[in-house]
């Protein structure tokens, strides 16, 4: 493994300086990187296409070991999830501690592990008992972690779709909804304590696809337009995500708190969707996500924040063919499984053309990849 290290690396400093190189730059977002297909590149193919594009950031909905293991020593920052149907056993702090030891111990420090999503929307749903067991197995994680002395490095929260909103504009006015209090006063005091962020879903998609007549298109993909000023605060807004970040930040501060930071964990747009999903398209979805990786790169923050840039991951990084729902559920990909691009945005990075069947020899497997990595630096050499 120390020398399919070594080989890539130098393959990205040549491949940086060949004429016919990537184009390679340091991206300003993370990644969404789920897997609810069957016919994705291996996370070892996955891996070499993030480090080409310079991506630091990634986020799974699970804690997949074939992925961890093909990030180990890549410097990539991982976010790995426990899924609602696994909330009643993290409950039990000694459960919460055998799923570290198994799933996160194994993988560090060689793998980037720095938070752990408990469960994901569970406030957005209907099911009260799932709820209930929301805090007190994300209480039973953190302790696990404390336990095993690795608090300080990996962090513990979970993540929100904006249906937890029952006020949000203006974004001043901006407040939780009132059945939910019961559930969002305590995550919050306990995000506060642990220093842990509040993680928001966010889609502008959504609101135009409801009200296609009434949303500007331009207000949502970051063009030009003429905004909306907040009454309260005098605040102007140009774009939806602000607006929605900044009614998350006033619902936050309503139940008390201002020390607890807003992250997007998901936010994106579908390349394609069915006739009654509007703008749904591959023009929208390369300008709502090259629009918002520019505004990123200008480190700014929300009119009610600038000096506080958002961390945001971008859902998603590849189509994923087996998800359930309307056709755009299956069409938020940066990405074709082929490594193709879905729409041009700016940048274009290396899948490698290999492929492994899943019980192949590991050892036959890396020596393969070894020799390929080899001619590939000999022939970059010899030209």
């Keep these: 493994m120390a020398s399919y290290t070594v080989l890539f690396r130098i393959i990205l400093v040549l491949l940086s300086l060949s004429d016919s190189a990537v184009h390679v ?43 961890l293991q093909a990030f180990s020593n890549s410097q990539v920052d991982f976010i790995i999830g426990l899924g609602n149907e696994t909330l009643q056993n993290m409950k039990d702090p000694l459960k919460a501690q055998a799923w570290i030891q198994q799933h996160v111990q194994p993988h560090l420090p060689q793998t980037k592990i720095t938070c752990i999503t408990v469960g994901n929307e ?26 095993l002395g690795l608090s300080k490095q990996v962090t513990v929260t979970t993540a929100h779709s904006l249906t937890i909103l029952g006020d949000s504009y203006p974004p001043s006015s901006g407040r939780f909804r009132q059945d939910l209090a019961e559930y969002i006063q305590p995550i919050l005091s306990f995000l506060a304590q642990v220093n842990s962020p509040f993680l928001i879903n966010a889609y502008p998609y959504f609101a135009y696809k409801d009200n296609p007549g009434e949303v500007p298109l331009e207000y ?9 000023v907040d009454s309260v605060t005098n605040l102007h807004y140009d774009n939806m995500l602000d607006a929605q970040i900044d009614a998350v930040y006033a619902a936050i501060k309503a139940m008390g708190h201002t020390d607890v930071e807003v992250r997007i964990s998901e936010t994106g747009w579908p390349s394609k969707g069915d006739p009654n999903e509007a703008g749904a398209t591959p023009e929208n979805a390369g300008l709502y996500n090259g629009n918002l990786m520019r505004k990123l790169e200008e480190r700014k923050g929300t009119p009610a924040k600038p000096s506080v840039p958002i961390e945001m991951y971008v859902f998603a990084l590849f189509n994923e063919d087996l998800k359930p729902g309307p056709a755009s559920e299956r069409n938020y990909g940066l990405y074709y499984p082929d490594g193709t691009p879905v729409y041009d945005i700016g940048f274009k990075g290396y899948l490698p053309q290999l492929t492994f069947s899943a019980d ?24």
């Design 122 to 147: 569970i406030l957005g749903g209907s099911d009260a008992q799932l709820m209930s067991y929301l805090l007190p197995a994300m209480q039973s994680v953190y302790e696990a972690l404390v336990d």
């Design 25 to 67: 730059l340091s991206l300003s977002f993370g990644i969404n990187y789920g897997q609810i297909a069957n016919n994705l590149p291996s996370p070892s193919r996955v891996s070499v296409l993030l480090q080409t594009l310079n991506v630091s950031r990634v986020k799974l909905y699970d804690a997949d070991p074939n992925v």
């Design 220 to 228: 949502v993909l970051f063009q030009p337009n003429s905004g909306m």
């Design 360 to 383: 192949s020899n590991k050892n036959n497997v890396l020596s393969i990849f070894n020799f390929l990595l080899f001619l590939i630096v000999y022939l970059l050499l010899s030209a």
